[in-house]
C-alpha cells in the first residue's frame, strides 16, 4: 500500500481540503493528516513545502503529489473503484461529472458572501441578488438529481443514490447553509439532512470546534 499524506487547511476554514478529506473518507483510504493554519506569518512557506500552486490540499503518494480537490477525488475514484465515487451509469455519471466541474468552477458569490467557517454559527449577511441566484442554482441541482435519483434501491440520500465526489464537492455548501442559518426544504433539505448525517462530516466540524 502507498504511504498517503494528506495536508490540509486548517478545518474551520479550508472548504476546499474538506472535499477532499471527505471523499478519501468516504471512501475507506486511509491517510495521515497534515494540516496548516491558514492566517499565520509563515502559512504560505509551509503550504510551499508541500503544493507547486501553495494552496492545499495536496495528497502525497509515495512522494508524487497531487494537488486540486477534484484532482485528489478522481485519485480516489481510480484507486478503490470498488467504492463507486462516481454513478456506474454513463448518463448520470456525466451529470455528476457537469455538476461538480461546476461547483469547482463557480459560484463566486456564494464563497464571498458566505465564507467557509465550519467552527461556529456566523450571523447571516445581507442577501445579494448574485447570492440568491447561487443559492437558486444550487437548490434546482440537489433537488433535480434528487427527484430523477432517489428511491432507487441503493438510494442513501445522495445526489445520485450512493455518495459520489458530486457530493463531496457540495459538502461545504451544506455546511455553509447550517454556519448561517439558511433554511433549506423539500427534497433538498433532506439532501442536506442526508451530507449532516455522515459520520466523516460530523468528525470534521467536531475537529473545528476543537481548535478554534
Known amino acids: 500500500m502507498p504511504v498517503l499524506t494528506l495536508v490540509i487547511g486548517d478545518k474551520g476554514r479550508s472548504s476546499w481540503s474538506f472535499r477532499?478529506?471527505?471523499?478519501?473518507?468516504h471512501a475507506g483510504i486511509g491517510f495521515d493528516e497534515v494540516t496548516i493554519d491558514l492566517d499565520r506569518p509563515d502559512t504560505a512557506q509551509r503550504i510551499g513545502a508541500y503544493s507547486p500552486t501553495g494552496r492545499v490540499p495536496v495528497l502525497l503518494v509515495d512522494g508524487a503529489r497531487?494537488?486540486?480537490?477534484?484532482?485528489?477525488?478522481?485519485?480516489?475514484?481510480?484507486?478503490?473503484?470498488?467504492?463507486?465515487?462516481?454513478?456506474?451509469?454513463a448518463a448520470a455519471r456525466a451529470e455528476a461529472r457537469a455538476?461538480?466541474?461546476?461547483?469547482?468552477a463557480g459560484f463566486p458569490a456564494l464563497r464571498e458572501t458566505l465564507p467557509f467557517d465550519a467552527s461556529r454559527p456566523r450571523p447571516r449577511p445581507a442577501v445579494t441578488r448574485g447570492l440568491t441566484a447561487e443559492i437558486a442554482r444550487i437548490l434546482s441541482i440537489w433537488n433535480s438529481c434528487r427527484s430523477r435519483y432517489g428511491g432507487e434501491s441503493e438510494d442513501e440520500g445522495f445526489l445520485f443514490g450512493r455518495f459520489s465526489i458530486a457530493d463531496a464537492m457540495y459538502v461545504p455548501v451544506v455546511s455553509r447553509f447550517i454556519t448561517y442559518g439558511i433554511a433549506v426544504g423539500g427534497a433538498a433539505g433532506d439532501y442536506a439532512k442526508a451530507v449532516s448525517a455522515l459520520p466523516a462530516f460530523a468528525e470534521w466540524h467536531v475537529d473545528a470546534r476543537r481548535v478554534r
Open 20 to 25: 477532499a478529506w471527505l471523499a478519501l473518507k
Open 66 to 89: 497531487v494537488w486540486e480537490s477534484l484532482a485528489i477525488c478522481e485519485w480516489a475514484a481510480e484507486r478503490v473503484p470498488d467504492q463507486r465515487l462516481w454513478p456506474i451509469d
Open 99 to 104: 455538476i461538480a466541474h461546476e461547483m469547482h
